[in-house]
Every structure is written in C-alpha cells, then in structure tokens.
C-alpha cells in the first residue's frame, strides 16, 4: 500500500471501530454460517452474559434467537454471483446490546423468487398473539417435514415466540434475480 | 436388545436407553449439527424395542435446551411411544424441567398436547 491507500485504511479502520461503537455492536461476523461458528458464537456470547449477571431468562432468550437466526444463514442463504464467488449459506451476523435490550440482526442474500413466500411465513406470524403462535408452532411440528437442509420452518416461530416481538425485516434490492434480506430480533433486558 | 448409550456433549444430549435397566432418558442440550443423522439410531432403536417392551416403560426427558431443528426430532420419539401406548403397552413420559424454566414447562405441556400418552411434568432445581 503506498501513503494515500495506508491513509485510507487506517481511516476505514477507525471509523469501522467508531460505528460498531456507536451501534453498540459486540459481535460482528461476516462469512460461511458452519456449526461450528454457531458453537463459538453462542458461547462466547453466553460468557459474556454470564460475566455481566444478565438474568438467566435473558441469557436464554438470547441464546435460542442466535441459534435460531444462525441456522437459517446457513440452511437458507442462497449463492451470488459468479462460481467463484458463491454466497449460500453466508451472510453477516451481528449482535448488539443496548442499555434495555439485544438486537440480533442477520443479513444474508437470497433469490427474489422467495421473497413472496418468505414476506407471508413472516407477516403471518407477526399477526398472531401468543397462543396462535402456540398452535402454529405445535401445526408446523406436527406437519412440517424436515427439509433435506433439517428445517422445518419452526425458527422464525420460535423467535417471535422467544421474544415476544415482531420480526423486523427488510428486502434490500441487489439485481434482478437477487435480494439482501435483513432480520432483527430484539431481547428486552428488563422483562 | 443392544444398549444405546451416548455421552452428552455442549451440543448433542446424553441418550440412555437401556432395556434391561429399564432405563430411558434423553438429557442435556440438543443442538446437533445434523439432528436427523444424531436421532435415528434412536427411533429405530425405540422400533426394535417396541415390539417387546418392558412390563412398564418410563421415559425420561431432562433437556434444558433443544434448538427447533431438535424439536420435530424429540416429537417422532415421542410419537414412537404413543403408537406403544395405543397398541397396549405401559407407557409413562416423565418431562422434566427446571423450576424456574417457564419455556421448557410449556414445552413439555405442548408436547402433551400433541401426543396421547400418559405424560407427567416434574420440576426440579438446578444446582
């Protein structure tokens, strides 16, 4: 790198450093989702918990959520681009912890031919309380097959159960054939 | 009619079952990395040994966490113990939970919902 280009890193670096301070992210990933990764990330995130006496129903919450939103990367992220450049089962995982609560956000891309479906799976379940989450929990797990990828479309019930939240999510438009879907969860700290 | 007895780890749980103890339990954490390789030797052991059981059969279930890939899983168990109950076998599911777990109360109280066999909630503390 010659002096402009150090420059300009060393500002990149910063100002990465600046806005994950600002987000109050404490974990930032961006690559293949393996098993492993979600072993080492639920666990690094439980110490961290456990070492600043986070309430046990807290620390599960938030436990479930990651697992939850880390399987669907890597069962669900669909490849990009060029052969050399392939995308599935990659995404960006972060998690942020704020005074009140934990915001689990995932990105990863994925076809636009799913986003219809994907749009109804999610809208259907942010409009059912708490006993329709039950028994769509208890339908899809009697019904629902496992996919040959072990889904069985119980995830993103579980998280909207765990929380007691709506589920945050976002298409953001890539090309014609591929979008970037954003998930937030949010685990209040205080309830 | 073998022993099946797997070690729990921080993912998978520890699975005994144990025909001639008349010992039947799933504990721990459930997480694997391929849940339906991790679960089948399971339910065609509860195959093999449902065309004859013990005079009573009680099945313990001890988890403190399983993921919702996990979840479908542990249901074909219990689905495997309600076809013994329904051909007139002695079938009892004990579900514990720890005492201040409300999620995995309700989950065993779910469960109970969706299969028709006798099926007992006990509370314990964790140490």
Redesign the interface.
């Known amino acids: 790198m010659d002096k402009k280009n150090v420059r300009g890193f060393l500002e990149f670096v910063y100002d990465f450093y600046k806005s994950m301070k600002a987000h109050e992210i404490t974990l930032v990933y961006e690559g293949e989702i393996t ?1 492993q990764i ?2 080492a990330f639920t ?1 690094l995130t439980e110490s961290n918990m456990a070492k600043e006496e986070e309430s ?1 129903t807290v620390q ?1 919450k938030v ?2 959520v990651m ?2 939103c880390l ?1 669907n990367i890597s069962k669900h992220a669909d490849s990009f681009g060029s052969d050399d450049f392939l995308f599935a089962g990659r995404g960006i995982f972060m998690v942020s912890k704020g005074d009140v609560e934990y915001h689990v956000t995932t990105g990863n891309v994925i076809e636009n031919a799913k986003i219809e479906e994907l749009t109804r799976i999610l809208d259907h379940i942010n409009i059912l309380d708490k006993e329709g989450l ?1 028994q769509l ?2 339908t899809q ?2 019904e ?1 097959r ?1 996919s040959e990828k ?3 479309g ?2 993103f ?2 998280i909207a159960r ?1 929380t007691g939240r709506r589920l945050e999510f976002h298409f953001l438009s890539i090309d014609e054939e591929n979008s970037f879907f954003i998930l937030t969860s949010t685990i209040s700290r205080t309830e | 009619m073998n022993t099946i007895k797997i070690m729990g780890t ?2 998978t749980p520890t699975v005994i079952l144990d025909a001639e103890n008349e010992v039947f339990e799933i504990s721990g954490r459930s ?1 694997p ?4 390789a991790f679960y089948e030797p399971i339910i065609r052991w509860l195959e093999e040994y449902s065309s004859s059981p013990c005079a009573k059969t009680i099945f313990t279930f001890k988890l403190v ?1 399983f ?3 996990s ?3 542990l ?1 074909d168990i219990l689905m495997k113990l309600e076809q013994m109950h329904e051909d007139g076998k002695d079938v009892l599911i004990r579900w514990y939970y720890p005492e ?2 409300e ?1 995995m109360q ?1 989950a065993g109280e ?1 469960y109970a ?2 299969v028709d066999v006798p099926f007992e909630q006990v509370s314990y503390t964790l140490n």
Do not use: C, P, W
């Open positions: 098993h979600t072993k666990s046990n599960k436990f479930h697992v939850e399987q039950k929990y208890k797990m009697r629902g496992l072990g889904g069985a119980l995830g019930i579980d765990k | 921080d993912d997480l990395e391929d849940v339906t966490y993921n919702t890939a979840s479908k899983l249901l201040d777990d999620d309700e779910e919902d969706i």
